[in-house]
Antibody
């Protein structure tokens, strides 16, 4: 089944950076795309982006709202995915969920059968 | 971007009721439509993928249908644990997009 545990959230000032980690277990991490989805307080779900497996050269795709500011990476040796968030804005305040797809392959990051518990990022001065 | 429109935004129903939630895509997405359930303070849970496939462990009272631009999630007989918020999500193209959610409340 697997497990995902996010960490690294907290309070950060606008314009600063923060890196989230997603520590995984229980599945073949290297075979799957890893994705991030966020949820602002009291709001709906918003896809942030994903990184494909090394089989697909670890290609990445991002939501327009974070393109150029956020970057997803992975360390297959540690089974950890990262979300580097730069130039943070108040509207980036949200719970950030790490997710994985149900299958390996090119479309592995396109929907999500396993979610972490989320980590709250608050961007405020 | 593909916009996903859910209706209704909220719904009151009773235990035992049959409930249908609809999701419309702004352009065709074939059958690349997924449904999630989220309870307060918890991560979302995948219920249905690719329009009509039931995720492992999800009760058979949940079902999905549709194709192209119009999709539905049906709960055949509501159980107390089904009161939650439901989201549709298209997995046809990036950027991946979600509906705004349907809050299912107890009448």
């Amino acid at each position: 089944e697997g497990q995902l545990v996010e960490s690294g959230g907290g309070l950060v000032q606008p314009g600063r950076s923060l890196r989230l980690s997603c520590t995984t277990s229980g599945f073949a991490f290297g075979d799957y795309a890893m994705s991030w989805v966020r949820q602002a307080p009291g709001k709906g779900l918003e896809w942030v982006g994903f990184i494909r497996s090394k089989t697909y050269v670890g290609t990445r795709d991002y939501a327009p709202s974070v393109e150029g500011r956020f970057s997803i990476s992975r360390d297959d040796s540690k089974s950890i995915a990262y979300l580097q968030m730069n130039s943070l804005k108040t509207e980036d305040t949200a719970v950030y969920y790490c997710t994985k797809g149900p299958s390996s392959g090119w479309y592995s990051g396109y929907y999500f059968d396993l979610w972490g518990q989320g980590t709250l990022v608050t961007v405020s001065s | 971007d593909i916009e996903m429109t859910q209706s209704p935004s909220s719904l009151s129903a009773s235990v035992g009721d049959r409930v249908t939630i609809t999701c419309r895509a702004s352009q065709t997405i074939d059958t690349s439509l997924n449904w999630y359930q989220q309870k307060p303070g918890k991560a979302p849970k995948l219920l249905i993928y690719e329009t009509s496939s039931l995720q492992s462990g999800v009760p058979s009272r949940f079902s999905g249908s549709g194709s192209g631009t119009d999709f539905t999630l049906t709960i055949s007989s509501l159980h107390p644990e089904d009161f939650a918020t439901y989201y549709c999500q298209q997995s046809h193209t990036t950027p991946i997009t979600f509906g705004h959610g349907t809050r299912l409340e107890i009448k």
